[in-house]
């Protein structure tokens, strides 16, 4: 049996980010995979209420599924998404990153932690595969966080980016389609995770343009100044999607790239052993403050300034 590919957008109907989305989709099923198309418009999706008894079940080594499972469609969603073998989301862009309806949809993820499904039995395990595609009326100047939110949401549910690209300056219905140059490389993405599928797990590697974005380790191009973290931990630079450290060097062509350290990729968030890192800063900080039943009678005690305190609402 083919390769089973889903295809995950938030876009308007028939419009842009669809459309790129179905071309992707078309290589793919000319090459043999069975295809699923959803639109997040068509389904209810709440958004995470923030309760962490999700994780708090994981942390006991349970699973107690989200609080809003049989409130709306995210789990009849997840159900299908992680049986695929590749995913390609296609998200507008609004205000400079993933548009909220993505969003909600991306972090009510949290239960489905696919680490610890996978640890426990929940589901078998998959070397998943994504594809990024995000639509916005501008340049990268203002879809400037588009591609790099879009794969942030990727680390909970462990997809491998394989190919990202940037539909830029499509702002009408379906504009999109007068630009050939996008609608075939929305064409060779689907080409792309058709090859990353056929290709074993180990070998897999990233597909899209070799010199997309600073990072040369996740392809985002949003690097911040790095400061000192938890465990002690500076490097110079960071990425600020797969968290790579590193520093600024010329590129011998008057330009400048960005080079990873030796131990940069020490909690490369593209990996569960990095994340894992993450995983012993929960412990010791989160788990420090719930572990003194001292911190517990202090807050207790500094919260009734806020609680008691109130302010004019709006009716
Ligand atoms: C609320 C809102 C905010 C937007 N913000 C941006 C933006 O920051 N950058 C950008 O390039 N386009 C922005 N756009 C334009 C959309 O990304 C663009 O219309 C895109 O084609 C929509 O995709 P769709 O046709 O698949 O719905 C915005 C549109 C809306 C409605």
Same mark, same amino acid.
């Given at each position: 049996?083919?390769?089973?590919?889903?295809?995950?957008?938030?876009?308007?109907?028939? #419009?842009? #980010?669809?459309?790129?989305?179905?071309e992707a989709l078309i290589a793919c099923e000319e090459a043999g995979a069975e295809v699923t198309?959803?639109?997040?418009?068509?389904?209810?999706?709440?958004?995470?209420?923030?309760c962490t008894s999700c994780t708090k079940a994981m942390s006991e080594g349970r699973y107690a599924g989200c609080v809003l499972d049989d409130k709306d469609d995210k789990k009849k969603i997840m159900d299908v998404m992680l049986a695929q073998d590749a995913v390609i989301f296609s998200v507008p862009t609004y205000d400079l990153m993933p548009c909220s309806a993505y969003l909600s949809f991306a972090q009510? #993820?949290? #239960?489905?932690e696919t680490a610890f499904l996978e640890t426990i039995g929940a589901i078998e395990h998959k070397d998943r595969i994504a594809g990024l595609i995000s639509v916005g009326g501008s340049t990268r100047a203002w879809q400037s966080m588009?591609?790099?939110?879009?794969?942030?949401?990727?680390?909970?549910?462990?997809m491998k980016v394989v190919d990202m690209m940037l539909a830029t300056r499509v702002p009408g219905n379906a504009q999109a389609l007068l630009d050939d140059e996008i609608v075939a490389r929305a064409h060779k993405m689907g080409e792309n995770i058709m090859k990353a599928c056929a290709t074993p797990p180990e070998e897999r590697g990233w597909l899209g343009e070799e010199d997309m974005g600073w990072c040369p380790n996740c392809h985002s191009n949003a690097l911040v100044l790095g400061e000192k973290q938890w465990d002690g931990l500076h490097y110079k630079v960071e990425c600020q999607v797969c968290g790579a450290g590193g520093n600024l060097e010329p590129d011998g062509k008057g330009g400048w790239k960005f080079v990873i350290q030796e131990d940069g990729l020490l909690k490369d968030r593209t990996t569960i052993e990095g994340r894992a890192k993450h995983l012993e800063e929960i412990g010791v900080t989160q788990g420090g403050f719930f572990a003194n039943p001292e911190n517990f009678a202090i807050v207790n005690e500094k919260k009734k300034r806020y609680t008691q305190k109130q302010f004019k609402g709006i009716d």
């Open positions: 049996m083919g390769y089973k590919v889903m295809g995950i957008t938030a876009g308007r109907k028939n #419009s842009n #980010s669809e459309f790129l989305l179905k198309f959803i639109n997040l418009r068509d389904f209810k999706i709440l958004d995470c209420i923030g009510r #993820s949290l #239960s489905y588009a591609l790099e939110g879009l794969q942030a949401t990727m680390f909970t549910t462990d």
